[in-house]
């Protein structure tokens, strides 16, 4: 805009200026805990500070597998997280076939209605989707109070409690409260379909099932590729609050996911330096799973997803 | 629940595209199968989104003896009101929801107008290293440290138990910086052009151009921060042991596994009033929980199907970009 040189390169500094206190709040929120992996090297006990624990190398990395107990420990929380995150993928489809049947219903305030009230589970957070639960399920919740009523068992059923099945009962409290507000992207998509599509469509004398196949179904795989592709990049971060609000003494063995070991490790087992320790691996396999991904988008549809 | 609100962005579309669509289907005896199944599945599928909710809003209004032998089923017996005065007699809930609210508003503040600014001047595109500092930024979407190197690095920055750890770090969010800088593009460029030539600085610009032509998509960033804030119970869990500073959602998980003695402590202040507590509405564990639970989730039942067309367009507009 102004003829100079020497004006254009003051005044973009200036522009700069204007968004440097914000690029110093990111640096340090977003980049400064980077260096606190460096408690990963020393043997960090609260409350002695950094400054005066010793530095140990690589002590805490080699005692993740220096023994059975430890081995078979950290196994079954890599066990669990592959379960529930490999749940999720081989499920994440469910949101593609949801839009696919949401669009096929005619009546408009129905469809409304229907999407309004799926997505709202979105919108709570894990403590309220674990307070539901606990108030329906609990045992003096509303489905064993229903149970007993009707007098098909004789004591509460411990549906909070069980050991087992606690990567499905997880994987299925994630889809109650997501799988309607995923579906949003796909329908998105299906409403983005060209109507020259369908009437050839109809005109060549497909059947409801051949134009989902042949022309419904195409159109949303780019998206279901780009979110398949995230979800792998994330395949290892479960995220913590689910898997806390729902931890209790008896589920622990099966519901503890890296994020939520991690935490226990450092919060209420004080071992702060392991916990950075398998914390900054998690971190670095799942930027070499980013990446990955982003080459094979690159190699197969060639544009990068990030 | 309006029209208008639960629609789907682009408009047109829909309107125009499907009626078009089905009016070209032959019904026939199978297709008549399907649809009927998929009414079923979906509307079975509202009704378990829906009934948690109905089901604990009806059991808070009824009378807490009903209530705790399990007859509250489908619609409220005994309607009264007393559990939602007697919860906050719980010491702590007020406080926690000012603290709740609290944050929301000012966090939310912050994050819509650095969203806004920010969104903004990363389409300057005469900013000096403007590409690199927004790939500093919207990297940090797809790559943290990890909780516990952060709980660390907020310890060090003594932002344990203060409430500036609420809502600094929230402060530069990549995504709504992403909604609004797409947006931004989106509007024509001859319009900076023309403020600029009237002599408007950039403060101007931002001020007085952009931000009123903004006001729809920085509607949404809204409404998406509010709900991330009034939701946030990680960072409370991690950073925070003063009760003063804690927070609707921390609490309300700490009620779930207490709640006992704390129906035993409102019953006795009680029935230290003058009026003694009828077993309608003497509290029981379950009925201070649920009570609770309706006062934290209230919000978000008001907000959402109002607003929820704002929520559509950001992840539209999120998705055609990421």
Redesign the interface.
Known sequence: ?RPQKHG?KS??????L??AP??L??A??????????I?AFFDYTPPIPLSQSPFVGFKWFHSLVENKVKIDQLLQVIKNTFGMSGLSLLFSWLPMIFAI??T???A???R??????????N??????V???A???FSS?G?I???L??LGATDSPILFLQKSDHVWITMWMWIT?KT???AA??Y??AI??ID?SL??AA?VDGAT?MQIIRHVVLPSMLP?YF?LLMLQI?SFLNNG??QY??FQNAFNKETIQVL?LY??NL??SGGS?SV??AI??L??LI??VL?FSVNGLSKLLRGESI? | MSDKSTELAPTETIRTGRPAREAKFQTSMTDKMISVLIYMMFSLFAFICVFPFYSIIINTISANDISARGDIIFYPKGIHFQNYLDVFKIPGLLNAAVISVGRTVIGTSLTVGASAFLGFMFTQEDMWRRKFWYRFTVITMFFNAGIIPWYLTMRTLNLTNNFLAYVLPTIVAPFFIILVKTFVESTPKELQHAASIDGAGLLTLFFKVMLPICKPILATVAIFAAVDQWNAFQDTLLLVTDSNLYSLQFILYNYINQASSLSTMVNLQNAGSTAMASLATKQTTTSIRMTVTIIVVAPILLVYPIFQRFFVKGIMIGAVKG
Do not use: C
């Open positions: 805009m254009i005044s973009s500094f200036v522009k700069f204007y968004i914000f690029m709040s990111l340090v929120f977003a980049y400064f805990p980077l260096y606190g992996w408690y049947f949401l096929e219903i005619k408009v305030r129905f409304k209605f229907i999407q309004t009230v799926t997505t709202l589970p919108f709570i957070s894990w403590v309220l674990y307070s539901l606990f108030t329906m003096e509303i064993n109070g229903l007993s009523q109650w799988l309607g507000w949003i992207l329908i998105a409403m983005g109507d369908y009437e109809h409801r998206t780009v990049a913590l609050e806390f609000v994020d991690v935490f450092a919060m702060y916990s950075v914390s900054m998690k971190s799942s930027v980013l990030v």
